[in-house]
């Protein structure tokens, strides 16, 4: 008899380790489901953040009477966004400047470096988005951004269209799509 509790003894302390071993492995699957889970919600949070700066944004309603300007922001990542600038001096000159870029963006601040895009220019230029908005204005480190005689990129652009743009037309009339671009895919697109 004596073997036989012993066989259930063993038998109960080998049920009980296998079931407390999967608990455990269970407990830490779970904390680690729960931090990739709150570290996905933080990202798509960020991305949902990002997406509400996508848009069309303008300056100017007649380019007889001043500068005109639009912003065309695609949101890439949680943290960039491509965009297409063209913005005229407007009479007498007409003057023009565009630029396609890539911003990282952070707490709702977008910043270009043409340096990051490995342009010969050094230009850098401050997005500053808020609600129904974006405010532009030219880095004190900016030598040129590659734009005509007097033309610059600083002004407010009031939102215009919120829905995330799918192209945008340079200025030699060739429809660019966002979707897959890249600095460099832009780079060699015409080559």
Known sequence: MTARYNLTFIFLIAILTISSCGKTNNSKIKKHDKTNLQTAEKQTKRLKSNLNIGGTYSFGDNVENGPVGSVIVYPQTPSSALFFLDI?????????GQLFGRMTIKNNIGTYDSGNDGNDFKCVLRFEFSPGQLKVTTDERCDDCGFGHAV?????????????????????????????LTIEKYRHMFD
Do not use: Q
């Open 152 to 180: 610059y990129a600083d002004n407010t652009y009031k939102l215009i269209d919120k829905s995330i743009p799918k192209y945008f037309i340079d200025g030699e009339g060739d429809t660019i799509h966002f979707k897959g």
């Open 88 to 96: 005229c001096r407007g009479a007498p000159s007409y003057n023009l």
